[in-house]
């Protein structure tokens, strides 16, 4: 399968990710802390509110549980009961018949479908807006750009379904999802990005994601968002983006001497969120590319990132 595009307009000097000499100031003042989130307004969740004619809700996030597809950075995830009905005698204290259960989490901030805060890259010892890794540092977090600052994301969503655009059910790794692909597939199905939205992209490789073994292979082989597309969406405006796969981006990437650069680009410089791992599957079957956006990230202070449960609503 040829690459798209594909690859001319990407940059790949990775000293070139950031043209304006390093510079990685927010455009919505010196003291912000949510990137692109800051475009989705009142006016915008209006707009986004009225997507919906059918009230059908499509979850795109995975079920988190014992044993599932992890990475050492991104795992392991642990259950287990802390509390059972019949501990402690409650249902014979109590002439309710009371009986509790409590479990306990143990977990990564990226753990399964997770968006990433802008704390998650760094270039050159600083994250997004120019603010110093070392100043933000804590052994509990950072002080800044944790995923706390995120709050609820309500907006219209956009899915590109780039494994149909290429007539299979899952991209081969290492394609690059190129920007001529994506206009081409938005013009289409007459879709006109607008600022603060929020486009996500379909490989395919979500109907593997209860196979542990095959889907921990797209960590170091997966389609996905070339250095291009990103940078495109930096011009569009778009608030958030992510795909079905580990990372998003395309892997390997595109130039062998960087990793993840599209990340960086997108979360230090673009102020972009990303959520990784999205369930896209049902949504690709019906043709969903067009809908209302809906995540609330767990608000962990000083977190890197946050496991999440979006929902695409029609």
Do not use: W
């Amino acid at each position: 399968m040829e690459n798209h595009d594909g690859n001319k307009d990407n940059n790949k000097n990775s000293d070139a990710l950031y043209n304006t000499e390093n510079d990685l100031s927010s455009p919505f003042g010196p003291d912000d802390q949510r990137g692109n989130l800051n475009l989705i307004n009142p006016q915008k969740i209006i707009k986004s509110l009225g997507i919906p004619k059918k009230g059908n809700v499509y979850p795109m996030s995975h079920i988190i549980y014992n044993g599932m597809a992890d990475r050492p950075t991104h795992g392991p995830y642990f259950f287990n009961l802390l509390l059972r009905p019949y501990d402690n005698g409650f249902t014979e204290k109590y002439s309710n018949k009371y009986g509790p259960s409590i479990g306990r989490l143990e977990m990564c901030d990226h753990t399964g479908t997770h968006i990433d805060a802008l704390s998650h890259m760094a270039y050159n010892g600083k994250f997004f807006n120019n603010i110093s890794v070392k100043d933000s540092l804590t052994n509990t977090g950072y002080k800044k750009l944790g995923i706390e600052n995120a709050g609820p994301i309500i907006t219209r969503g956009i899915m590109i379904d780039s494994a149909a655009a290429n007539g299979v059910d899952i991209l081969e790794g290492g394609y690059s999802i190129g920007t001529i692909e994506v206009k081409k597939f938005l013009k289409d199905n007459n879709i006109v990005p607008e600022p603060g939205d929020a486009i996500f992209f379909h490989t395919g490789a979500s109907k593997l994601f209860s196979d542990p073994e095959e889907y921990d292979k797209f960590y170091d082989s997966a389609a996905g968002i070339g250095f291009g597309l990103a940078k495109y969406m930096d011009e569009i405006k778009i608030s958030v983006t992510g795909s079905d796969t580990p990372s998003s981006e395309v892997v390997p990437p595109e130039d062998p001497k960087t990793r993840l650069p599209v990340h960086q680009y997108l979360i230090a410089k673009a102020g972009i969120h990303i959520i990784d791992n999205l369930n896209l599957q049902a949504m690709a079957k019906d043709k969903i590319y067009h809908f209302l956006f809906i995540c609330s990230p767990i608000s962990f202070m000083g977190a890197t990132a946050s496991p999440v449960s979006p929902v695409a609503i029609v």
